[in-house]
């Protein structure tokens, strides 16, 4: 008994399988849950995962050989992010100047403002740079991270801690401003909380779901060019 | 299944072989989206094609998350140190990026007529 385990420790095998069932027990835990937005799928599997890592005294390395199968996926998942921006092509043509200007003040306030805060805060460099791109969804974030000097497991945690936060903040906040166009509060849901924004703004409103899906893809490439300048600028 | 796959990890190639061999700023999956998005405006019966693969992705796109998530043990004593401060910044970014988003939209787009 003893033997298999130390065997299956090892394992690439176990670690994928783990990985998935994980994310199963998530979802079936958001479901439950009526998709309330704390009840996060990511959030469950990533706490999950962790504990079974430290109380079996495993390193994240011997995690991550079987996980990187499903790691490795971010990158043409990156890619497929132009799909919906291509079947949304004309809604995105019908209200360009709004949506270029909304992205531009967001994306800038979404990566300085951590920046400057983080930095008003005390955070060392490496924490501030893993910080930047918490905005852009997950395999963007992390390539940008990865560029910038932060570190991308750090970046990913703060990635998803942010989609939580503006899928549960995004509704009354915007209740509060007065902001009552589907369009602009599923742009500035998905624009500042990536995909985990976007699922949670789906199940309010389809066209709200649509432009935050449309904001995530754009964002995505905005935070790629901007988060390496702001952090240059304001970390030298 | 096998042709969208091939091609969506061909986008993502040449976009890797492009931000090294330029060293363009942007990370090579993003160049590889660029170059996908200009394919289907050139090629629209890619669309269907890419669609079984991606639809599956997308429709799953938090699970790919989890094992980057799960570097969190390599980070609990930075975290724990940091905690206050990490949450004052998510929390008060987050909301600041939506507001600013959210007011700049609607003040210059017109409302929807038809939908």
């Known amino acids: 008994m003893i033997e298999l385990w130390s065997y299956l420790r090892q394992g690439e095998l176990l670690w994928l399988t783990a990985t998935l069932v994980a994310f199963l027990i998530g979802e079936a835990a958001s479901r ?124 990913a945690v703060l990635v998803i801690l942010t989609g939580i936060t503006g899928a549960v903040a995004a509704a009354p906040l915007l209740n509060l401003l007065r902001v009552r166009d589907w369009r602009a509060r599923g742009f500035a849901v998905g624009l500042a909380s990536h995909g985990i924004g976007t699922a949670r703004a789906f199940q309010v409103n389809e066209t709200a779901g649509a432009f935050s899906g449309i904001a ?21 | ?24 700023p942007l990370p090579g999956p993003v160049i590889g989206l660029g170059l996908l998005l200009a394919a289907l405006l050139a090629v629209p019966r890619l669309e269907p094609i890419l669609r079984t693969v991606t639809q599956p992705i ?7 998350f989890v094992p980057a998530g799960v570097g969190v043990v390599g980070h609990l004593d930075l975290i724990r140190a940091e905690a206050a401060a990490l949450a004052a910044v998510i929390v008060v970014s987050t909301a600041a990026a939506i507001a600013a988003s959210a007011l700049t939209f609607a003040w210059l787009a017109r409302p929807e007529a038809t939908e």
């Open chain 1, 32 to 155: 439950r849950s009526g998709r309330h937005p704390l009840v996060n799928p990511v959030l469950i599997a990533v706490v999950l995962l962790a504990v079974v890592l430290l109380l079996s005294g495993t390193d994240y390395a011997t995690y991550f050989e079987g996980a990187q199968f499903v790691h490795f996926m971010l990158g043409p998942a990156t890619v497929a992010l132009g799909l919906p921006l291509y079947a949304n092509r004309h809604r995105i043509r019908r209200v360009l100047l709004p949506m270029a200007a909304a992205l531009a003040v967001g994306s800038a306030t979404a990566v300085a403002s951590a920046l400057a805060l983080g930095q008003a805060l005390g955070l060392d460099r490496l924490t501030l740079a893993s910080l930047a791109p918490k905005s852009a969804t997950a395999p963007v974030a992390l390539g940008v991270a990865e560029a910038t000097g932060g570190q991308p497991t750090l970046t």
């Open chain 1, 216 to 236: 995530m893809g754009l964002n995505a490439m905005l935070t790629a060019l901007l988060a390496p300048v702001a952090v240059r600028l304001f970390l030298g």
């Open chain 2, 1 to 24: 299944m096998i042709l969208p796959l091939a091609l969506l990890l061909s986008f993502q190639l040449a976009g890797e072989a492009a931000a090294r061999a330029l060293d363009l």
């Open chain 2, 58 to 64: 997308l429709a799953n796109l938090s699970l790919l």
